[in-house]
């Protein structure tokens, strides 16, 4: 099983709204990320995650909150975002974090506040 | 962070070898050059990886010069299906709270339009 899960495909919500993200993966990495891409523009990183410990975050404000509760998920919860907070938000995983890594990108989340 | 340059855009005929350079003129000795692409609306995809030695696999090969300064990403028999941006990468580390770690920093890549 080489791939990273996540959920929901799409999301909508409102400001005031609370909303989580989910991504999985069950190849056994130790290494997590987030990453938020607009459209037409490449990713950006976001946080990075190893051994579900914060390793990394890249000046994130606080409405974006993550959490690794296992080696296998990592949750990105979501709290009065803005509009311009709508993107696309990428998981990716890899075996580790300190050597040459080819990571493993799921489909992402397409998000849309309103 | 991005310490790679590319073209912004290229067109290659279906059929034929699509070659994708990328310079790096800063990368140290012990960083690696990575390619991803990534195809419309989905998640970016790993495709190769090298330090200085020409590496191969069964999607592409890339040729990194001797001096580690340039790179060039090679699809050999292009398909209508290898149309997608493709980002070529240098290693960066990050220093967090668990020390350093190693992380993938996107520039932004040359779009591959491959026709028919």
């Known amino acids: 099983d080489t791939e990273v899960t996540q959920t929901p495909k799409h999301l909508v919500m409102g400001m005031t709204n609370k909303k989580s993200l989910k991504c999985e993966q069950h190849?056994?990495?130790?290494?997590m990320y987030w990453y938020k891409q607009k459209a037409k523009k490449p990713p950006e990183l976001m946080f990075v995650?190893?051994?579900?410990?914060?390793?990394i975050n890249e000046s994130v404000p606080s409405r974006f909150s993550p959490e690794c509760p296992n080696s296998s998920l990592l949750n990105l919860h979501l709290h009065a975002l803005q509009p311009e907070d709508s993107a696309l938000y990428l998981c990716?995983?890899?075996?580790?974090?300190?050597?040459?890594?080819?990571?493993?990108f799921g489909q992402g989340t397409r998000l849309t506040v309103v | 962070d991005a310490k790679t340059t590319q073209p912004t855009s290229m067109d290659c005929a279906e059929g034929r070898a699509a070659n994708l350079p990328c310079n790096h003129s800063?990368?140290?000795?012990?960083?690696?050059v990575y390619w991803y692409r990534q195809i419309h609306s989905q998640g970016p995809q790993y495709i190769i990886h090298?330090?200085?030695n020409n590496e191969t696999n069964e999607m592409a090969s890339l040729i990194i010069t001797e001096d580690r300064k340039s790179s060039t990403l090679i699809l050999p028999h292009a398909t209508l299906r290898d149309t997608a941006v493709y980002y070529c990468?240098?290693?960066?580390?990050?220093?967090?709270?668990?020390?350093?770690?190693?992380?993938?920093?996107f520039g932004k890549g040359t779009k591959l339009t491959v026709n028919p």
């Open positions: 990716a995983s890899s075996q580790e974090t300190g050597f040459s890594i080819e990571a493993f």
């Open positions: 190849m056994g990495h130790r290494a």
């Open positions: 995650y190893s051994y579900e410990k914060l390793s």
């Open positions: 800063t990368i140290s000795g012990n960083e690696y």
């Open positions: 090298g330090l200085k």
């Open positions: 990468i240098v290693r960066v580390v990050g220093w967090g709270t668990q020390g350093g770690s190693e992380k993938l920093v």
